[in-house]
């Protein structure tokens, strides 16, 4: 059974950074296609970036060139660093594997941009 814990979201300012974690439990998730989502409130949940085991990224268009994302396959852990972020940015972010298996989702991490 597949665990995976978001991590390092907080409150910051546009124009700042962050980096989300997410580790994951299990060594199928090192495998298989992840990425994260978002959710901004009253919104659907939505595909932000993803990767494949051998490392090939893709982007959605709202995030290109701002955001990236990347994995540790020895740690079981995907990041997603955050620049440059805007207001619109503001969302919980969660990791899962792509496309997304409903029994992972996770509790997701609150990112919030202020303006």
């Known amino acids: 059974q597949v665990q995976l814990v978001e991590s390092g979201g907080g409150l910051v300012q546009a124009g700042g950074s962050l980096r989300l974690s997410c580790a994951a439990s299990g060594s199928t998730f090192n495998v298989r296609p992840t990425a994260w989502y978002r959710q901004a409130p009253g919104k659907q949940r939505d595909l932000v970036a993803g990767?494949?085991?051998?490392?090939?990224?893709m982007y959605a268009d709202s995030v290109k060139g701002r955001f990236s994302i990347s994995r540790d396959n020895a740690k079981n852990t995907l990041y997603l660093q955050m620049n440059n972020l805007e207001p619109e940015d503001t969302a919980v972010y969660y990791c899962?594997?792509?496309?997304?298996?409903?029994?992972?989702w996770g509790q997701g991490t609150q990112v919030t941009v202020s303006s």
């Open positions: 899962n594997i792509y496309p997304p298996f409903r029994p992972y």
């Open positions: 990767i494949t085991s051998s490392a090939r990224t």
